[in-house]
T-cell receptor, first 113, second 115 residues
Framework: AQSVTQLGSHVSVSEGALVLLRCNYS??????LFWYVQYPNQGLQLLLK??????LVKGINGFEAEFKKSETSFHLTKPSAHMSDAAEYFC???????????FGKGTLLTVNP | NAGVTQTPKFQVLKTGQSMTLQCAQD?????MYWYRQDPGMGLRLIYYSASEGTTDKGEVPNGYNVSRLNKREFSLRLESAAPSQTSVYFC??????????????FGPGTRLTVL
């Protein structure tokens, strides 16, 4: 069984500040991990994914995430927030023989001017 | 490539009415999925189809049926709509690159209100 916990349903930062969105996972098999972004009234778009090739993963729009097996974490960061980063972010895990993605409940990021 | 398309974008139903949500993908993906999204609940899997000709229940299948019409199309049917089915519905597709690596591509969603 797999599960994802996103700490903080709402994160607020100032423009130019560091963005840190937390994700912890549970998996009985080697996990593949994803971050998706959802802008208002749109579908989900892939930001980045961990496929075991490298523990530090770079994605689109300046985001990156680091896979830490010892902490079962895959936190998303961006050094400097931009107003256009305001959206909801979802962490997800897949792995093993099943065909499913398991999503966290999401974190809404607000960027203040 | 259009990716994953969904129709309609918006729908209002009365309790007890039926409707079918349509989804199509042009990426030649084997697997397709239906999710619902409710505030504070994330995305919950309703049904999925690992390959053409197969369908399986997800986390919240009650009140829904699906049809994998062909490799491209996967529809979701509400036989007798209830207010609890008011939600945003997303279709997704994937072609697992290796076992367990399941990057999914999402459609724009259907906003359904049941009165």
């Amino acid at each position: 069984a797999q599960s994802v916990t996103q700490l903080g349903s709402h994160v607020s930062v100032s423009e130019g500040a560091l963005v840190l969105l937390r994700c912890n996972y549970s998996s009985s098999v080697p996990p593949y991990l994803f971050w998706y972004v959802q802008y208002p009234n749109q579908g989900l778009q892939l930001l980045l994914k961990y496929t075991s090739a490298a523990t530090l993963v770079k994605g689109i729009n300046g985001f990156e995430a680091e896979f830490k097996k010892s902490e079962t974490s895959f936190h998303l960061t961006k050094p400097s927030a931009h107003m256009s980063d305001a959206a909801e972010y979802f962490c997800a895990v897949s792995g093993g023989s099943n065909y499913k993605l398991t999503f966290g409940k999401g974190t809404l990021l607000t960027v203040n001017p | 490539n259009a990716g994953v398309t969904q129709t309609p974008k918006f729908q209002v139903l009365k309790t007890g009415q039926s409707m079918t949500l349509q989804c199509a993908q042009d990426m030649n993906h084997n697997s397709m999925y239906w999710y619902r999204q409710d505030p504070g609940m994330g995305l919950r899997l309703i049904y999925y189809s690992a390959s053409e000709g197969t369908t399986d229940k997800g986390e919240v299948p009650n009140g829904y049926n699906v049809s994998r019409l062909n490799k491209r199309e996967f529809s979701l049917r509400l036989e007798s709509a209830a207010p609890s089915q008011t939600s945003v519905y997303f279709c997704a597709s994937s072609a697992p690159q290796k076992q367990g690596l399941n990057e999914q591509f999402f459609g724009p969603g259907t906003r359904l209100t049941v009165l």
